[in-house]
C-alpha cells in the first residue's frame, strides 16, 4: 500500500471515530455545541487573538479528553461487559479527566469574558 494511501485511511478512521462519539455520547455533543458557542461569542466580541487562541487551545483539550473517554468506555465495555473493580476506575478516570479539562475550561471562559462581555452590556 503507497503511504498516502494509508494516511488517507488514518485520516478517514479517525474522522469516523469522531463521528461515532458525536453519535454516540450526549456530553461530546454537548461539548460541541458549546464550543462553537463560545466561538461565535469570542468572534462577535472581537477578542484578541491570543484570547482566541487560548480558547480554541482549552476547546481542544476538552472534545479531545471525550474522544480519550468515548475510546476508554469502549474498552472497558469490551473488556469487562459485567463490573468489574478495574472497569469502573479506568471509567471514572476518564470521566475525571473530561472533569477537570472541563471545569478549567470555564474558569479560563470566565476570565476571558468578563471584562469584554460586561463592556458589551455597558456595565464597565
Ligand atoms: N464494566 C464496568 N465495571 C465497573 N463499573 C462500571 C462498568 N461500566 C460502568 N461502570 C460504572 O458506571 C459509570 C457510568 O458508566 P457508563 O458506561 O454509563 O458511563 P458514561 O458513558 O459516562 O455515561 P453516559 O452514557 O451518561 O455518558 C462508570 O463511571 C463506572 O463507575
Known amino acids: ?7 488517507s485511511s488514518s485520516f478517514r478512521y479517525a474522522l469516523e471515530g469522531i ?16 464550543a462553537v458557542i463560545v466561538i461565535a461569542a469570542a468572534i462577535a466580541l472581537s477578542l484578541p487573538a491570543r484570547d482566541v487562541a487560548l480558547l480554541l487551545l482549552v476547546i481542544a483539550l476538552v472534545i479531545s479528553l471525550e474522544l480519550v473517554n468515548t475510546a476508554i468506555e469502549a474498552v472497558v465495555d469490551l473488556a469487562a ?10 471509567k471514572d478516570a476518564a470521566a475525571g479527566a473530561v472533569l477537570v479539562a472541563a471545569v478549567f475550561a470555564l474558569v ?8 469584554p462581555l ?3 452590556l455597558g456595565l464597565l
Open 1 to 7: 500500500m503507497k503511504p498516502s494511501r494509508r494516511w
Open 19 to 34: 463521528a461515532t462519539s458525536l453519535r454516540t455520547q450526549r456530553h461530546v455533543r454537548f461539548h460541541c455545541v458549546a
Open 81 to 90: 461487559p459485567e463490573w468489574h473493580r478495574l472497569g469502573k476506575i479506568a
Open 108 to 115: 479560563i471562559g470566565i476570565l476571558i469574558f468578563y471584562e
Open 118 to 120: 460586561m463592556r458589551c
